[in-house]
């Protein structure tokens, strides 16, 4: 999959690791609360909540902060209210970024991520700037170790998918990225639960529909612009339509 999506994988320098345990932490905690507030707080009846504290076990939350957020989202608890953001703006070399966050306070996620941008000389785009550099799909995630291609390609296909991708997960983990028109999400992902594939994920996404190869210094700056993205609580998921080599990959992360 070309360029960075919310489950490419973008290399993390020394010392990382805790910061970004601390972070997927955060992200399942307010899938499950936005979860249960939409559809309820029993998983046998919410899809979208049964995803989320499967994403949630994987990363070890612990259960009495898994029962509290699904409270919590359900009002059964006082807690905060979250509201969806989207951000569109242009990255170094002209990469067109879309940035989606949660938050329980708008002010402060605005100013912390125009700040982002304006200390690296950066503006945030006016609504719909970047994305037409992408298309809105409906995407499905899948391990790759534990299922066959040609049989979820079959499947996938049957129930309206349009590509299968092959990329990593937020812990590197390889995976299938099943892309299918936005309509179709609902009907591919009934189809593969009832075939009995193992979900990691699902929702709605962002494809680039167009890419801009990146080298050099401006690969670097990128790469530090889009990790520092990622490192902010309030950032959900984040899409680029940048295009790295292999070999530059290497070379940034050696220098790092």
């Given at each position: 999959?070309?360029?960075?999506?919310?489950?490419?994988?973008?290399?993390?320098?020394?010392?990382?690791?805790?910061?970004?345990?601390?972070?997927?932490?955060s992200k399942v905690v307010k899938d499950i609360m936005v979860a249960a507030r939409v559809g309820g707080p029993?998983?046998?009846?919410?899809?979208?909540?049964?995803l989320a504290i499967s994403k949630a076990k994987a990363v070890s939350l612990p259960?009495?902060?898994?029962?509290?957020?699904?409270?919590?989202?359900?009002?059964?608890l006082d807690g905060v209210a979250y509201e969806e953001i989207r951000y569109e703006a242009y990255g170094p070399g002209g990469v067109a970024l879309i940035i989606e966050c949660l938050t329980d306070n708008r002010?402060?996620?605005?100013?912390?991520?125009?700040?982002?941008?304006?200390?690296?000389?950066?503006?945030?785009?006016?609504?719909?700037?970047?994305?037409h550099s992408f298309r809105r799909i409906g995407q499905v995630l899948i391990g790759s170790e534990e299922v066959d291609e040609e049989t979820l390609m079959m499947a996938a296909m049957e129930y309206g998918a349009d590509d299968i991708l092959e990329t990593l997960d937020d812990s590197g983990t390889p995976v299938f990225l099943i892309v299918c028109e936005v309509a179709d999400l609902e009907q591919l992902r009934q189809g593969l639960e009832d075939n009995d594939f193992l979900l990691k994920e699902y929702g709605l996404g962002w494809l680039p529909s167009t890419e801009v190869e990146v080298v050099g210094d401006t690969a670097e700056k990128l790469i530090f612009l889009l990790e520092t993205l990622e490192e902010n609580d309030d950032v959900q998921n984040l899409y680029s339509n940048h295009s790295i080599s292999d070999e530059e990959m290497t070379r940034i992360v050696g220098a790092t």
């Amino acid at each position: 999959m070309a360029g960075h999506s919310k489950w490419a994988n973008i290399k993390h320098r020394k010392g990382a690791q805790d910061a970004k345990r601390s972070k997927l932490f955060s992200k399942v905690v307010k899938d499950i609360m936005v979860a249960a507030r939409v559809g309820g707080p029993d998983p046998d009846a919410n899809p979208r909540l049964r995803l989320a504290i499967s994403k949630a076990k994987a990363v070890s939350l612990p259960r009495e902060n898994l029962d509290r957020a699904i409270k919590k989202g359900a009002g059964l608890l006082d807690g905060v209210a979250y509201e969806e953001i989207r951000y569109e703006a242009y990255g170094p070399g002209g990469v067109a970024l879309i940035i989606e966050c949660l938050t329980d306070n708008r002010n402060r996620t605005s100013a912390e991520i125009r700040h982002i941008f304006t200390k690296r000389s950066l503006a945030l785009g006016a609504s719909g700037s970047a994305t037409h550099s992408f298309r809105r799909i409906g995407q499905v995630l899948i391990g790759s170790e534990e299922v066959d291609e040609e049989t979820l390609m079959m499947a996938a296909m049957e129930y309206g998918a349009d590509d299968i991708l092959e990329t990593l997960d937020d812990s590197g983990t390889p995976v299938f990225l099943i892309v299918c028109e936005v309509a179709d999400l609902e009907q591919l992902r009934q189809g593969l639960e009832d075939n009995d594939f193992l979900l990691k994920e699902y929702g709605l996404g962002w494809l680039p529909s167009t890419e801009v190869e990146v080298v050099g210094d401006t690969a670097e700056k990128l790469i530090f612009l889009l990790e520092t993205l990622e490192e902010n609580d309030d950032v959900q998921n984040l899409y680029s339509n940048h295009s790295i080599s292999d070999e530059e990959m290497t070379r940034i992360v050696g220098a790092t």
